[in-house]
């Protein structure tokens, strides 16, 4: 499979080569040049899979050219089998044909994981077949970063840095990144926001002039493709959990730079039926703004209860602009460099009413996430909600066409991590497991850094002795 620029203007590369590049040289995104598709027959068979056969069988065609099948097949089960869950991402049902689909059993408690123990597994897997070692640059809202350094802090290959911004994660989201202490893992705060942790790390793909040619660069944000592929996967699960491909299925998704939702696109692409996509979004809500007026315009970043998601720029968004504008790379790259300038776009109307036929929005404000905490916990027998994932229920709930149609919402995050909503809502706090019960007791590590990259830049060279 080769995969192509949403810009236009980069070559075309395989797997190996996408995943160890970050953003493509134009600046874009890679998506796959056309996708694998599943039969009504092929999903027949696919429902009988327990979550590991699954995924084999969703990714191998994307990878073909990097793995063999009993590389990938190791690689997956590897991965899986680090989930604490038999089920590794259990359905939950909330009411007759609503249901949660729970993301967060592997070992940062979110919907991460199930992305970046893979990707940590394949990196070192390429980077062991080249002999190369890489820097890993990632920014993080709280989540990526845990998830990342857990999944490439084994790895002898990489150097991790990670930015989150200073004081606007949770404490619990700070403690899982700067409580691994290991000299291969680098935890930075940035004096701003996560749009500025971000933009940091694409301006960093576009100059990396200051690894000195010494290392590769690589991204762990869903700006890797690799990310998006491993999301995939569980749309497939709980769709062919509930009925399909005899049955449409529609999800409503916690969304902030627009990864686990395009995967939910890119599933659909592949053969799901899926009837709706539901763009969840706290109040920072360009992506509300942009499926309910036709208008992408910047806003301040605002904090929320539910801090994952205080992003302003979806990085993913690009990629489906690029489908909305029959995959014209010179056409998209014209219109980022329309939104870079004005920091507001809107698309033809013909092209955004036909978008609109699959995704609706809706958003949330913090007092709304915390009833709908309380409701859904005095609902179902005390089940607990984090502020994600009750975006999300808020939003299916909103937006849910025809409740013939199972509803999931995928539960991006454990509510331990965001004790701050469950105590606002007057619930008892829910306790750390096992394995992390110390987290509060551990040492820290992390430096404080402003929003400057040729500070970033030296701090990592310095770091990394580059002279
Ligand atoms: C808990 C949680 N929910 C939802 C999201 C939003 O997902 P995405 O950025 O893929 O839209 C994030 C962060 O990305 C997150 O950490
Ligand atoms: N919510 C994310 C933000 C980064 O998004 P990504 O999916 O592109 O890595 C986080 O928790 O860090």
């Not at 692409?269 to 208008?295: C, E, W, Y």
């Amino acid at each position: 499979m080769k995969y192509i620029s949403t810009r236009g203007q980069a070559p075309a590369l395989g797997f190996e080569d996408v995943m160890l590049t970050g953003l493509a040289s134009d600046g874009g995104l890679y998506v796959p040049e056309s996708l694998p598709q599943f039969s009504p027959e092929d999903m027949r068979r696919l429902a009988e899979l327990d979550y590991p056969s699954l995924a084999i069988e969703i990714i191998r065609p994307f990878v073909s050219d990097f793995l063999n099948e009993e590389q990938l097949a190791k690689i997956v089960n590897d991965t899986y089998g680090v989930f604490r869950h038999k089920a590794v991402a259990p359905l939950i049902q909330l009411d007759n044909n609503e249901w949660v689909m729970e993301l967060f059993h592997g070992p940062t408690l979110a919907f991460k994981d199930f992305a970046l123990q893979l990707l940590g597994r394949l990196l070192d897997e390429a980077l062991e077949r080249r002999g190369e070692k890489a820097v890993i640059l990632g920014a993080t809202s709280g989540d990526t970063g845990s998830a990342a350094i857990e999944g490439c802090r084994a790895c002898e290959h990489v150097d991790i840095f990670i930015m989150h911004p200073h004081n606007r994660v949770s404490e619990v989201q700070r403690r899982q990144m700067s409580t691994v202490i290991a000299d291969n893992v680098h935890n930075i705060a940035i004096e701003g926001t996560f749009d500025d942790c971000q933009a940091l790390v694409k301006a960093s793909f576009a100059d990396q002039s200051f690894l000195g040619g010494e290392r590769r660069l690589v991204a762990v944000n869903s700006i890797n493709w690799a990310r998006i592929m491993a999301q995939v996967v569980y749309y497939f699960h709980a769709a062919l959990s509930l009925g399909a491909p005899e049955k449409e299925v529609s999800f409503s998704v916690p969304t902030g730079n627009f990864g686990d939702i395009f995967a939910g696109y890119i599933a659909k692409g592949m053969g799901l039926p899926i009837k709706q996509l539901i763009v969840a979004t706290n109040r920072n809500d360009i992506l509300h703004r942009f499926f309910a007026d036709n208008s992408y315009a910047k806003e301040q970043l605002m904090p929320t209860l539910s801090p994952s998601m205080d992003i302003m720029v979806s990085s993913n968004f690009e990629r489906l602009l690029f489908d909305i504008h029959d995959r014209d790379g010179a056409q998209l790259k014209a219109l980022m460099d329309a939104f870079d300038q004005s920091g507001s776009i809107s698309v033809e109307p013909e092209r955004w009413e036909a978008i609109r036929s699959l995704f609706s929005s809706d958003r949330a404000s913090d007092e709304e996430v915390v009833s709908v905490i309380k409701q859904v916990s005095d609902e179902c027998g005390g089940y607990l909600l984090d502020p994600h994932t009750a975006i999300g229920v808020k939003a299916a709930r909103a937006c849910w066409a025809d409740q013939s149609t199972p509803m999931v919402t995928l539960a991006t995050a454990h509510p331990v991590k965001f004790p701050d909503s469950i105590i606002r809502a007057g619930l008892e706090e829910p306790t750390l497991p096992l394995w992390m019960a110390d987290l509060h007791e551990r040492p820290e590590k992390y430096d404080v850094l402003a929003d400057d990259k040729a500070g970033l830049h030296g701090y990592i060279r310095k770091i990394l002795n580059l002279g």
